[in-house]
């Protein structure tokens, strides 16, 4: 066997033998998941089994085995090296830190709940005395790239850079079928992962599972996983929008409990809703903060005219006709708002789609027959609008499906499913032809676009529109899921999303201009607070925290584009070689030349 070597002296703790230590520690803290952690049930996920690890234990088991298959990489064996072909070294140190946080969590959390540390049993400290030694040992492992010559070398930045990792050497050329496998099983992966996440049943496990993916992916990141699974992703974008849509589609088929089923359904609401808003801030760079206005405008025309018993319409379309009722309503919006406001630029234009989200709900608020029109009921809203039937499927009822039931919640998952296919397929067809690219050139930069002969005015517009058009999309379903709507539910901040600012959030956690980072970004948002239900009253503060770390640590989104990453990052690509003056040889070569 032969360990990959790293640059000597560069570790944070001087520490013989720390890989094996490391290792002896992850073995450690994954026999003790095997115990019983503590005495009573009254702990959710049952803690008290011996030989059969449940809830928390899990976590930490499968952070163990992962830090382990990390170490064992590092030392060359045979079949491993797969593992780690970015960093050695930092892959086993964000594994071990995140068992020790997960196992740390838990403890804390037992003796919170219980009433101390008593009640904790030895399986326990077994596996946080393993989590400790393996977190410890691996910060004596060497770092897999020096520190930089600018960044002074205090404890910090050398922690820091401990874990960080060098890119991955491009990957051998796999088979085609091969590389489809690979593609499929990274999405049955996520598929797996993030299901997980939704089922969990109270917020411990919650905040675990997030500690522990967190950890996880990062770990993943830093071992280059994630860069050949992306290169794979990229090389293939057929078949990987194809995997995605099956993977998303086998989701409902997983779900026995109503509740999580109507989570899926509302993040496929708010992630197409913020797919579309990446249309207008993502590529044409116009900042909309009453975008939620236009979800607003699809919902309530499709209510009005789907056959509520309170509409003061008083009548009933087909489905397929609310639908385009309400994206042509939107679209109507979208072109009187823009076209008097889109020759403004920056704060300007905020200030004024701000305006329009806050004049468009109190607009239906005062539509309620006393101080305006009888057209939206104010302040009640439309309420009890019937639950779709196409085709003879009743999207209210439950229905069995190959052995699985699917229930209201699930009928409506897989239409919004529909809607978010096809919002996608609008989205990458629209980013790849000419418009698309004159989007991103108004964006970088108007004045050079215009000078370049590209219409600004009128291709804001389109986007504009074209993004209103989306939003009113996904409103004609939400109108359905949710039964009612009112004004308060399309506002520019609150608890519950979607709002504008969290749609806003959602592009720019996720990565603005990119497919799958709106996506990433809405379900995060949607779910943390949907499952951390104790956290409601500081959603906002932990959300303003969240994003001013975001913009420190990764300003160009989870999900960034290579545009964005040369742009917000140090690369050195476009440095300038320093002025060297011309020797009277090379002069005189030049002058001969010329």
């Not at 298959?69 to 830190?97: D, E, H, Q």
């Amino acid at each position: 066997m032969t360990t990959k070597t790293t640059p000597a002296n560069s570790a944070l703790v001087a520490l013989p033998a720390a890989r094996h230590i490391t290792t002896a520690g992850a073995a450690v803290a994954l026999v003790g998941t095997f115990l019983a952690w503590t005495w009573t049930s009254e702990f959710p996920g049952d803690l008290t089994v011996t030989g059969y690890p449940g809830g928390l234990q899990v976590l930490t088991l499968v952070g163990a085995v992962l830090t382990l298959l990390f170490a064992l990489s590092g030392y060359g064996i045979k079949g491993l090296g797969w593992l780690t072909p970015g960093g050695a070294n930092s892959p086993v140190r964000l594994a071990a830190l995140g068992v020790l946080g997960t196992t740390g969590f838990t403890i804390g959390a037992i003796a919170v709940k219980l009433g101390g540390v008593v009640n904790l049993e030895p399986g326990a400290w077994v596996s946080l005395a393993g989590a400790i030694i393996a977190a410890v040992a691996a910060l004596g492992l060497p770092a897999d790239q020096e520190l930089d010559d600018t960044t002074r070398p205090t404890p910090l930045n050398r922690f820091i850079n401990t874990l960080r990792a060098p890119a991955p050497a491009r990957a051998k050329d796999l088979p085609n079928w091969a590389e489809i496998l690979i593609i499929a099983g990274a999405f049955g992966v996520a598929l797996h992962v993030f299901t997980y996440g939704i089922d969990t049943e109270y917020a411990e496990l919650f905040i675990g599972y997030i500690i522990s993916v967190a950890f996880g992916f990062t770990a993943l990141t830093r071992a280059g996983l994630i860069a050949r699974i992306t290169r794979l992703t990229t090389k293939h974008r057929n078949v990987t929008l194809a995997a995605a849509l099956i993977a998303a589609f086998c989701f409902p088929f997983t779900q026995q409990n109503e509740q999580y089923a109507l989570i899926g359904a509302n993040i496929l609401i708010f992630a197409t809703v913020a797919l579309g808003l990446n249309v207008v801030v993502g590529l044409a760079g116009l900042l909309d903060l009453g975008y939620v206005a236009f979800l607003g405008v699809g919902a309530y025309a499709a209510a009005l005219v789907s056959g509520s018993p309170l509409s003061p319409v008083g009548v009933q379309f087909p489905f397929w006709a609310a639908v385009l009722t309400g994206a042509a309503a939107s679209l109507v919006f979208g072109v009187v708002i823009g076209a008097p406001t889109l020759r403004l630029r920056g704060d300007y234009l905020a200030i004024v789609t701000l305006g329009f989200g806050e004049i468009f709900r109190l607009t239906v608020n005062a539509l309620n027959g006393v101080s305006g029109p009888d057209l939206t009921n104010g302040s009640q809203g439309i309420p009890s609008i019937p639950d779709l039937n196409l085709f003879g499927f009743d999207f209210g009822v439950s229905h069995d499906i190959a052995g699985f039931t699917l229930g209201r919640s699930a009928n409506y998952y897989l239409l919004m499913l529909v809607f978010t296919a096809v919002v996608v397929l609008v989205f990458r067809r629209s980013g790849e032809s000419r418009i698309g690219r004159a989007w991103v050139a108004i964006r970088e930069d108007e004045t050079a676009a215009t000078a370049m002969g590209i219409n600004a005015f009128r291709l804001k517009l389109l986007a504009f529109a074209l993004g209103a058009t989306l939003a009113g999309l996904a409103g004609t379903v939400q109108a359905h899921v949710s039964y009612t709507v009112t004004p308060e539910q399309y506002q520019f901040a609150g608890s519950v999303p979607p709002n504008s600012a969290f749609l806003l959030a959602a592009v720019i956690l996720g990565g603005m201009g990119t497919l799958s980072g709106p996506l990433v970004g809405a379900a995060l948002l949607y779910l943390i607070p949907a499952k951390l239900q104790f956290m409601q009253d500081y959603q906002l503060f932990l959300f303003g925290i969240a994003l001013i770390l975001l913009m420190r640590f990764r300003p160009e989104g989870l999900v960034a584009d290579r545009r964005k990453q040369l742009e917000f990052h140090e690369t050195g690509q476009l440095d300038v070689p320093p002025d060297v003056p011309l020797t009277d040889q090379a002069a005189g070569t030049t002058k001969a030349g010329a």
